[in-house]
């Protein structure tokens, strides 16, 4: 990956202003008639399958459908995890969906390098795109100097709670490690599981949330970044430190923390039966809509305050199989999402605790959007996530050794051993 990754001014500058498929746990196609290609409806392959999430793509393909002009598309939701490891087959399969919800940076670089998808320019000479940040023009771009993806939303990471919980339990939030271990111990009197997780079934990559802010607080984005990349380590004494804070709060995890996904993390949560989690604001989309005013979150501790501050903020859109027979239909359709109603339309029907790409489309404007808005703009340096900043060949690796860490945590050693050996199989490949 050549692309370099952006300081929050580069990312923020314009940003916020600006066999398998039968897995489908859905399908909704739209139809105009005023086209209808002989080549068939375009494939929209999805994996953004929580309720609300699910409804809102559903909306905007119906939105497209009634567009003059536009051409048939075919939504095919599927579940999350299932999408993330077929992903390379349905890319490389010789009846391929053209359209997929994913991510750029590195991982879109990575199937880009083995030619598996379709060049952008000429899209992104459109009246929408031209306007879209540097930094996000940047993040679409792969080593060729192609651009390969279309950007539509971005969101924040954090440590999540329940405001009438914390009242509750008569805590608030905490700013330093300290006082975060301070937070652990008093939820833990009180017979609350202080910390979920969710990195059981089939979101073991949960966990991985806590390495990247372990060191990026610690070590700092620069490094994490790198390590990423190959240029250290896992087996480095600066990666041991990421692992020796994490054992200081092992503690106070809620001890079915592996043993159920990320959305049974989110049920403990709401229902009190543990205090905060770190996670992405994705989860709000499995929550009932009238929880999400009670829902809060606060930033993840700081550890050394020499370190440049980094938060992580994903960003999400969509990128097209180089194998589609329909290449005018999926410019049209991508066209049509990098539109500012296009965004405002997904707010609006999902969760809405995600922010718009597009300069000219307003975000819900909650209490906790402005704040997390904020979040993001105090960070002198943004991440993405683990797998995003590496490769999706990389995640499992990680996977692998943080849940062996979970169950073993004196077993460090080897498993960064282990951890280094398997990573370097994905960067030799």
């Not at 909306?59 to 567009?67: E, F, T």
């Not at 490094?223 to 709060?249: N, T």
């Not at 589609?324 to 049209?332: F, I, K, S």
């Not at 959007?369 to 683990?386: C, L, M, P, S, Y």
């Amino acid at each position: 990956m050549t692309n370099p990754q952006p300081s929050r001014r580069r990312f923020l500058a314009g940003l916020g202003a600006a066999g398998t498929t039968a897995l489908l746990s859905g399908c909704v196609t739209a139809t105009s008639s005023s086209k209808s290609s002989s080549k068939g409806a375009v494939t929209l392959q999805s994996n953004l399958s929580a309720p609300q999430a699910k409804a809102a793509m559903e909306d905007i393909v119906a939105a497209y459908g009634k567009k003059e002009g536009a051409g048939r598309v075919s939504l095919n939701t599927v579940a999350a995890e299932t999408f993330r490891t077929q992903l390379p087959t349905y890319l490389t399969s010789a009846n391929p969906p053209d359209v997929y919800t994913w991510y750029p940076g590195s991982v879109a670089d990575a199937y880009a390098g083995k030619d598996l998808l379709l060049d952008l320019d000429e899209l992104w000479g459109s009246s929408d795109l031209k306007r879209y940040s540097k930094a996000l023009n940047t993040l679409c771009t792969a080593s060729s100097g192609k651009k390969v993806f279309v950007p539509t939303t971005y969101y924040w990471w954090g440590m999540f709670y329940r405001k009438s919980n914390f009242a509750k339990w008569d805590v608030s939030e905490p700013k330093t490690w300290d006082e975060f271990l301070d937070l652990c111990d008093k939820l833990k009197s009180k017979g609350v599981a202080p910390i979920g997780l969710g990195a059981g079934g089939n979101t073991a990559w949960v966990a991985s949330a806590w390495f990247d802010y372990l060191d990026i607080r610690i070590n700092g984005a620069i490094y994490h970044r790198e390590l990423l990349a190959g240029k250290h380590r896992f087996d480095d004494p600066e990666v041991r430190k990421v692992f020796d804070r994490w054992q200081e709060v092992l503690p106070y995890f809620d001890p079915n923390g592996t043993a159920g996904a990320f959305q049974d993390a989110t049920t403990a949560l709401l229902n009190g039966r543990s205090g905060m989690m770190l996670i992405g604001t994705f989860f709000a989309d499995a929550a009932p809509k009238d929880a999400l005013d009670d829902i809060d979150f606060f930033r993840f501790p700081v550890i050394d305050a020499k370190v440049p501050l980094a938060e992580e903020a994903p960003t999400d859109g969509y990128f097209a199989g180089a194998r589609t027979g329909r290449r005018d239909g999926v410019l049209d359709l991508l066209g049509y999402l990098a539109t500012a109603e296009s965004q405002e339309i997904y707010i609006k029907g999902s969760s809405g605790t995600v922010l718009p790409c597009h300069p000219d489309a307003k975000d819900a404007g909650t209490p906790l959007v402005k704040k997390g808005r904020a979040h993001i703009e105090e960070a002198a340096e943004i991440t993405q996530f683990f797998n995003r900043d590496s490769s999706d060949a990389l995640q499992p690796t990680a996977d692998t050794a943080l849940t062996k860490f979970l169950a073993k945590p004196k077993e460090i050693g080897s498993i960064l051993t282990d951890w280094q050996r398997d990573a370097e199989k994905i960067w030799n490949a």
